[in-house]
């Protein structure tokens, strides 16, 4: 199974680009990369995925690169509301289970 | 309504007894997931489903049991609850791509 690596802890200042990165040496080809977050005690709740090209939805932009060892996900303009446990998955191939490990936790400041 | 839903939100019970937390998604999603979050501690996957009549093992599968008769619902029973099982149960529904959908949680308290 690909693992990955992020930083424990991130801060941000409200309004800013908050960058969340994530390490995944050993991602194999068809392996895809998750990202969820977790406010609180929530559900975690999804916010974006991708393979081998950037993506970005109406959350959050994923940046992926060439080699597909890390990737980065990006908050364009952070609130207090973002404040969150961000979690990096890699897809394990043909088992479609999701393992986390144990996020990144982003505080965004005022 | 449609959704994800967990039950019960909270459950207290003692060291010995047998609990089950149902676990029921609208969707029909092929998918589902157990995990159990510890205080201060990310998510570990217990056990999972492919479809129904279909499980599997996750990361930390001892001492619970799960079936999936039926597709909408993946019930996760200890068998003998221990102290150690005490934390937030979530459940989870997904398609085999694309992103999954959590419950809100069950906290379960062994005493």
């Known amino acids: 199974d690909a693992k990955t690596t992020q930083p424990p802890s991130m801060d941000c200042a409200e309004g800013r680009a908050a960058n969340l990165p994530c390490n995944h040496s050993?991602?194999?080809?068809?392996?895809?990369v998750y990202w969820y977050r977790q406010i609180h005690s929530q559900g975690p709740q999804y916010i974006i995925h991708?393979?081998?090209n950037n993506e970005t939805n109406e959350m959050a932009s994923l940046i992926i690169t060439e080699d597909r060892k890390s990737s980065t996900l990006i908050l364009p303009h952070a609130t207090l509301r973002d404040t969150a446990v961000y979690y990096c998955?890699?897809?394990?191939?043909?088992?479609?289970?999701?393992?986390f490990g144990q996020g990144t936790t982003l505080q965004v400041k005022p | 309504d449609a959704g994800i839903t967990q039950s019960p939100r909270y459950k207290i019970t003692e060291t010995g007894r047998q609990v089950t937390l149902m676990c029921h998604q609208t969707?029909?999603?092929?998918?589902m997931f157990w995990y159990r979050q510890d205080l201060g501690h990310g998510l570990r996957l217990i056990y999972y489903?492919?479809?129904?009549?279909?499980?599997d093992k996750g990361e930390v599968p001892d001492g619970y049991v799960v079936s999936r008769s039926k597709t909408e619902n993946f019930p996760l029973t200890l068998e003998s609850a221990t102290r150690s099982q005490t934390s937030v149960y979530f459940c989870?529904?997904?398609?085999?791509?694309?992103?999954?959908?959590f419950g809100q949680g069950t906290r379960l308290t062994v005493v």
């Open positions: 989870a529904s997904r398609l085999s791509l694309g992103e999954a959908f």
């Open positions: 050993t991602i194999s080809g068809n392996e895809y």
């Open positions: 991708g393979l081998k």
């Open positions: 998955i890699v897809r394990v191939e043909g088992t479609g289970k999701l393992i």
């Open positions: 969707w029909s999603h092929s998918y």
């Open positions: 489903s492919a479809a129904a009549d279909i499980t």
